[in-house]
């Protein structure tokens, strides 16, 4: 955004000439000391060069970056303005609705709603809505697709109405790719041109490519050198508006890359280590740059890998510098010479080109010597478990007995014998589930202590098998983090072949998945010949989007699906994705593990996580030779041999050359026109937000919160995707009430994401994952709470509790554990949580974005006392909450703490002092005005 002219008083403007073109630049070199930064922080420094206009962006502010302090803990408040936003469907529909909204709150307070508009181009991939109800055959793209289109139309109609109302707003339609993967390869800038300002005449401005998004793995992009992370909708929509970011200048952790990568090793594997790593060193909140010269040799499709998984590790971004490489990369995907010849202009004037002589000053340093990488999976429920894959069958057998029922077991001999008659021990689908010194698994309790529970499944379509415990049901090729990279999407095909050519099959139980992350990948898996043995193993295209990764998995093949719930059978899935928390995936899966394409072709084919690839045979060859995983994984020089032959720049040139313009699917969608969208009240999918109704031009001085009650107490890691809606939506939920007094029929409820436009439906979905475990009740998982406004506080729906207490006009709060919110930046999980009525979360800590999301909404973020917890101040959430002091933001300070009463049905109490989480300026002016929405609204009134 380059709007207004810069207030320089540093001189920095001038003008840098790159071929034929003039563009005006901000100098760093102005400013003394930004030589020295970091990379990531000379793009915050000439951030605030170029933005800086007197008030919220001062020379104090520049010099506070320029003289930064690498030891120093974060004080200094900054104001970043992004230059551009990116959006899924998921998040991004409901940042068009607010916008929708907020243009008839502006024309009911007397302002133009033409006035609200992105003030920075805001593009909007359609990447999370297509799920895998139909797969391992060669309709399925075609089919899920179509079925998109049915379960969408309303969402995509309404998006298209943006495209067209909003300035600067451009939509990526379905069947594309999927956001991150298109961010790289197209949308990205590294440099970026806009017209601006300078002394009154409009000139092209060049400055660093950064950008915010409503998806916390935007940090994808930082591998392209562009400085960006994930952020809520209600930020992403007030960076749209004009509205910086507050931030801390951070502290980076520079983590320095040696050594090469050894053969059999996968990207896949550098980032699990990676994020096991960053995660035992502790980066939250934190900037993790890459340097040294190992920099030079790690490809750009690696890079956009180690940045993808940024959340994962918890850092804010994960960044290497602009060099060779990603000249290279741009060229290859299409970008034009000039742009080219721009980016490497700018950096190397700027001193942002990477030169591994100069080694900056960090906060923090972590050293990697990518030698020592060994294959690794990731699981069973989070993403920074690593396991070494030569320790995933023992790693497995420990895991299993955490999520099976090993009482009432039946007799070893009885049941050895049922499943002996019914499945002689030759039959392979029995074989692939053989102990190392038994044919098959044959009791509840293994003579190796391993819980086995073999059930007899017949299918008209996939024969007779047995289905165990750790029974792979689900192997996806999925997800931003993998799709994007050729080592290990043509490693996979290239596996498939030889597996293929071997005799080798996916076993008949495993749900198979193929979704790229854009129409390149077909590309050159059709010029490299690889697509037939993928789709002999079961991996059919089966859409263009985020689909296991997300939870948009579908269902099971019914017979599969009835045999693990009716024997309570613990099964996994393995994918490619970022993202393998409980309850995510599939509902039927209790178990998920993050692996590498080749290893989740190699999963589908063992069928199981009671594999050990290395003494165990995946099967036999056509001579009934062993098979084993080594004889059929690719070696480097074949891979890199396949990706010089199959991929060139004009297969990204034709693929992005209409890459808004859709199929005639969605050029045939009636679109509505008008600046103000016409809702329709019967929609389902599509309804006015209730954020500004009755909203006063002036706020309302923020209250002490008095009479509250325990709406949930929550334990250790709860992240986002425990309280955020989504995945299905089951009969009986109140989002499935809602929909069925609506006239919605079972079989069209959609997933819960893709409605994220209807505020009814979401707020039934809040704190409603199958796996979130409110300590209020007692062994019971699901959105269900005690309802105190009844005798006795008996169990309840979430969602009705919370319509019971506000109807009493009874505030809520909310108690947590540690890392509170971790997990996918997602606005609804603030959203779904001020709608229920909270109006405090206390925790003893908070994830960073969520934290932010809280107050964005007009939620208060409360920690313990240090050292405190629920747990050891003997809360156990039947208590009543007053807490005072959060009156003195009225007068224009933020209170480092406000006083909590906790007062128990026998009259004690427990009181202390709960740390407040409004850690800046910004933020209080958010939380005083009832939220983020509600501050940019306002101000767009007097700025008429």
């Known amino acids: 955004m380059t709007s207004k002219d810069s207030v320089n008083s540093f001189g920095a403007r001038d003008t840098l000439t790159v071929g034929d073109d003039e563009y005006q630049i901000y100098r760093l070199d102005a400013v003394p000391g930004t030589e020295k930064l970091p990379y990531s922080l000379k793009v915050l420094a000439e951030n605030l060069l170029r933005t800086e206009d007197g008030a919220n962006i001062t020379k104090d502010h520049i010099n506070a970056i320029a003289n930064w302090d690498p030891a120093a803990e974060p004080s200094v408040e900054i104001q970043f303005t992004p230059a551009r936003v990116v959006m899924q469907d998921f998040t991004g529909v409901p940042c068009i609705v607010d916008l929708a909204t907020m243009r008839e709150a502006v024309a009911a307070l007397g302002g133009d709603p033409e006035k609200v508009n992105p003030l920075a181009p805001a593009e909007l991939v359609i990447d999370h809505s297509v799920i895998l109800d139909v797969f391992g055959r060669a309709d399925a793209f075609e089919r899920n697709v179509e079925l998109e289109y049915q379960r969408n139309g309303e969402r995509y109609q309404f998006l298209r109405w943006g495209q067209g109302a909003f300035d600067d707003f ?19 800038r590294t440099v970026m041109v806009r017209e601006g300002v300078a002394g009154g005449k409009t000139v092209s401005v060049a400055y660093p490519d950064t950008c ?30 004009g509205q910086p970011v507050s931030m801390l200048i951070p502290r980076v952790v520079g983590f320095k890359l040696t050594g090469e990568i050894k053969p059999g090793v996968t990207a896949t594997d550098v980032v699990l280590t990676v994020t096991d790593m960053l995660r035992r060193h502790g980066v939250v909140g934190k900037f993790v740059e890459f340097y040294g010269k190992g920099v030079a040799e790690v490809p750009l499709a690696n890079r956009a890998t180690l940045g993808n998984m940024s959340p994962e590790f918890g850092s804010t971004a994960a960044i290497f510098p602009i060099d060779d490489e990603t000249i290279s990369y741009l060229r290859l995907t299409g970008r034009s010479e000039q742009q080219l010849a721009l980016v490497e202009a700018y950096a190397k004037r700027q001193g942002m080109w990477h030169d591994p002589a100069r080694e900056p000053a960090y906060s923090e340093y972590i050293e990697l010597d990518l030698s020592t990488v060994v294959p690794s999976i990731a699981g069973p429920k989070r993403p920074q478990d690593r396991i070494e894959l030569s320790d995933a069958k023992t790693a497995f057998r420990k895991d299993i007995h955490n999520y099976v029922d090993e009482e009432g077991s039946a007799p070893h001999s009885q049941l050895d014998e049922a499943v002996e008659e019914s499945f002689p021990a030759s039959d392979p689908a029995v074989l692939s589930f053989a102990d190392d010194d038994a044919a098959v698994p044959s009791a509840a309790q293994n003579c190796d202590g391993r819980p086995s529970k073999p059930v007899k499944v017949s299918s008209a ?29 043509l490693g996979a095909a290239l596996l498939a072949k030889k597996a293929v050519e071997k005799g080798l099959t996916s076993k008949p139980w495993v749900k198979t998945n193929m979704a790229p992350g854009s129409q390149v990948v077909t ?14 193993l079961g991996f059919y295209l089966g859409g263009y989007g985020c689909t296991t990764c997300i939870g948009n998995t579908g269902p099971l093949p019914e017979e599969i699906s009835k045999a693990i719930n009716d024997n309570d059978l613990s099964v996994t899935a393995v994918l490619s994705g970022n993202r393998n928390f409980e309850g995510r995936i599939q509902p039927d899966v209790k178990m998920n593990y993050l692996a590498s394409p ?49 991929i060139d720049r004009d297969m990204f040139v034709s693929s992005y050359a209409d890459v808004f313009k859709g199929d005639e699917r969605w050029r045939s969608l009636p679109t509505p026109e008008g600046n103000t969208f016409a809702w329709d009240e019967k929609s389902t999918y599509v309804r006015k937000a209730p954020y500004f109704d009755g909203m006063p031009a002036e706020p309302a001085p923020v209250a002490d919160i008095t009479g509250a009650r325990v709406l949930a107490l929550l334990g250790d890691s709860v992240t986002t995707d425990h309280i955020s809606p989504a995945g299905a ?17 079972p079989r069209d409820y ?6 994220r436009g209807n505020h009814e439906v979401m707020i039934r979905g809040t704190f409603a994952n199958i796996r979130l475990r409110n300590q209020l009740l007692d062994d019971v998982s699901g959105g269900y709470t005690r309802d105190f406004t009844q005798d006795g506080g008996p169990q309840e729906f979430i969602f009705d509790a919370a319509q019971n ?26 959203k779904g949580t001020v709608l229920l009525g909270v109006r405090a979360v206390i925790t003893e800590s908070f994830e960073r974005i969520h934290r932010s999301n809280l107050i964005g909404m007009g939620v208060i973020p409360l920690q313990f006392p240090a050292g405190e917890s629920a747990a050891s101040l003997k809360l156990d959430g039947t208590e009543v909450f007053d807490i005072t002091g959060i009156e003195e933001l009225n007068k224009g300070k933020t209170p480092k703490t406000v006083h909590v009463k906790a007062t128990k049905a026998d009259g004690s109490a427990v009181e202390f002092d709960a740390v407040v989480r409004i850690d800046t300026p910004g933020e209080a002016d958010y939380y005083r005005n009832g939220g983020i929405l509600q501050y940019v609204l306002r101000n767009m009134l007097k700025s008429k």
Not at 523 to 534: E, M, Q, R, T
Not at 750 to 755: A, D, K, V
């Open 598 to 646: 080749p290893l989740v072709i190699a999963y589908a084919i063992a069928g199981t996580m009671d594999f050990d690839f290395a003494s165990q045979p995946l099967g036999q060859d056509h001579d009934g030779n062993d098979v084993f995983l080594a004889d059929i994984w690719p070696t480097t020089a074949e891979i890199q041999e396949t990706i010089a032959s199959s």
């Open 461 to 489: 379509e996939r024969g007779e098998f047995i289905l165990d415990h750790g029974a792979v049901v689900v192997a996806g090729i999925t997800s931003c983090t993998n799709t994007s990279n050729p080592e290990v999407m």
């Open 750 to 755: 959609n997933s819960l994401g893709s409605r």
């Open 805 to 830: 207490y506000a109807a009493q006009n009874i505030p809520l709060v909310v108690l947590g554990g540690k890392e509170y919110g971790s997990g996918s930046s997602r606005d609804w999980a603030a």
């Open 523 to 536: 590309d050159y898996y059709n010029k490299a010949g690889l697509w037939p043995y993928l789709e002999k």
């Open 212 to 241: 915010v998004g409503t998806d916390s793995h935007t940090t994808m992009v930082n591998g392209l050198g562009v400085l960006g992370w994930g952020v809520g909708g209600i930020e992403a929509e007030a960076a749209m508006l």
């Open 729 to 745: 939506i089951k009969k009986g939920t109140p989002a499935a009430q809602y929909l069925e007094a609506n006239g919605v029929s």
């Open 170 to 188: 451009k939509v990526v339609p379905p069947g594309t790719g999927i956001v991150h993967q298109v961010n790289i390869e197209y949308l990205a």
